[in-house]
Nanobody, 123 residues
Framework: QVQLVESGGGLVQAGGSLRLSCAAS????????MGWYRQAPGKQRELVAS???????NYAHSVKGRFTISRDNAKNTVYLQMNSLKPEDTAVYYC?????????????????WGQGTQVTVSS
């Protein structure tokens, strides 16, 4: 079982920056896709950014040029650097990791969500 622990959320003024972290632990063999999602009150959860093992990134149009997703393979950690924050970025942010765990006899796919971290941007 893979557990994810998020950190880095908080309250910031418009134009400010925050960096979110998501650390994975467990019997991880590989992490193939890392992603950040967000959910604002009354809205559906949406993809903010994703990163594959091959280095392919994908960003929501609303955050392109402001947010950057990155990973530290040695630490099994994914980051989301958020710059030039806007009030409309206010939401609970969730990380999502997909890959494989390992036992002595098999590789098993996993898909795990973080607990969510609140980001609030004041105007």
């Amino acid at each position: 079982q893979v557990q994810l622990v998020e950190s880095g959320g908080g309250l910031v003024q418009a134009g400010g920056s925050l960096r979110l972290s998501c650390a994975a632990s467990g019997s991880i063999f590989s992490i193939n896709t890392m992603g950040w999602y967000r959910q604002a009150p009354g809205k559906q959860r949406e993809l903010v950014a994703s990163l594959t093992t091959g280095g392919i990134t994908n960003y929501a149009h609303s955050v392109k040029g402001r947010f950057t997703i990155s990973r530290d393979n040695a630490k099994n950690t994914v980051y989301l650097q958020m710059n030039s924050l806007k009030p409309e970025d206010t939401a609970v942010y969730y990380c999502n990791l997909r890959g494989y765990t390992t036992t002595t006899t098999s590789l098993d796919p996993f898909a795990s969500w973080g607990q969510g971290t609140q980001v609030t941007v004041s105007s």
